[in-house]
């Protein structure tokens, strides 16, 4: 812990590799917490060098901020350890999490590059890694934002399920969004596209739960953070309650022939109030991000506190979620 900012380092992988010895760095944090620079370092340029070389290396990883509450997953991947978790008398079970998008595979290194990758050393040099390219490789330079649509084109043109494909493709036009906002995260944007694969024969509700759940759509119709007047004294935004209906579902006019509008403004303020309390899930690793984008994977999360809780009308004159048991019959995160 830096004793003026108060920030938690984990100096694990620098102790190891340092040439004093582990046991040697160590002892200081157990006792004193005083470091004396031994005499035989040639001066105190020399051990601030050390340090300097360890934050450039990866060696010292940040953890967080004194007393600040850090989530296990949001380690370190070298604390996350079976050690760490009995340091913390954290419970252990059977199950475990598998970090990855719906039908994700691993890939296989046997197949090669199709595209080089470029190594820069610090002399300023760099070279291609020709060491596993496959047969076809294309030595075009290639931006990273080009890697996920090269795959797209790829998979939408030449897979042998041309009809999910095809119909994959009218979704996304019906389900629209904007990638002027995080562009750069092209992992986001080809697992959102996955929903209308995943379920381009399925349940049309099962696409549309997926569809609002995404953070991606959270945040191209502003729903997400969407809080009840209770909890920010302000309105929801009306957003994807209005768009849900007129772009994704049932249009402006019914189709019984009447001419008659499907729904109103009424209807628009009360569906708000159903689309409040999601938020994205939090940041973890095993996923494509910059340093300033959330969690864009992973599906949206429920946070109570600022859900509405009061009944909403539906289109037919009742109220949603009739003939359904009441929350407080169900069991705990049934929800």
């Not at 470091?35 to 060696?59: I, L």
Request: glycine share 8%; aromatic share 12%; proline share 5%.
């Amino acid at each position: 812990v830096h004793p003026q900012e108060h920030d938690v380092f984990d100096f694990t992988a620098w102790v190891d590799r340092h040439p004093g010895g582990a046991f040697n760095i160590e002892k200081w944090s157990k006792g004193t917490f005083m470091v004396t620079v031994p005499s035989n370092h040639q001066d105190v340029t020399s051990s601030v060098d050390r340090w300097r070389m360890g934050q450039d290396t990866g060696d010292i990883d940040y953890v967080g901020v004194s007393d600040q509450v850090v989530h296990f997953d949001e380690l370190p991947a070298g604390l996350q350890t079976p050690g760490m978790l009995n340091a913390l008398s954290a419970s252990t079970s059977e199950h475990f999490e598998a970090c990855g998008s719906p039908g994700e595979v691993a890939s296989d290194p046997l197949l090669g590059n199709r595209f080089g990758f470029q190594l820069n050393f610090p002399d300023g040099t760099d070279t291609y890694d020709a060491s596993t390219d496959g047969a076809d490789r294309d030595y075009r330079q290639m931006r990273s934002s080009e890697f996920a649509g090269s795959l797209w084109l790829t998979m939408a043109l030449k897979a042998k399920d041309q009809l999910r494909q095809r119909v994959a493709w009218a979704l996304s036009q019906t389900f629209v969004t904007s990638a002027d906002r995080f562009s750069s995260v092209t992992e986001a944007w080809a697992n959102y596209y996955d929903i209308f694969l995943r379920n381009a024969f399925g349940n049309f509700e099962d696409l549309l739960r997926e569809v609002t759940y995404s953070p991606i759509m959270g945040y191209y119709l502003s729903y997400r953070r969407n809080t009840a007047s209770d909890w920010s004294g302000s309105y929801p935004d009306e957003n994807y309650a209005r768009e849900i209906m007129q772009l994704f579902t049932i249009g402006l006019e019914k189709l019984d022939g009447s001419g008659g509008q499907t729904y109103d403004n009424e209807n628009i303020m009360d569906f708000a109030r159903i689309f409040t309390g999601l938020d994205t899930s939090p940041r973890r690793s095993n996923i494509e991000h910059d340093r300033f984008a959330p969690n864009l994977v992973d599906p949206m999360s429920m946070k109570s506190s600022w859900h509405d809780v009061y009944p909403k009308r539906d289109l037919d004159g009742g109220y949603i979620g009739d003939g359904y048991p009441l929350c407080a019959d169900r069991p705990l995160d049934a929800f």
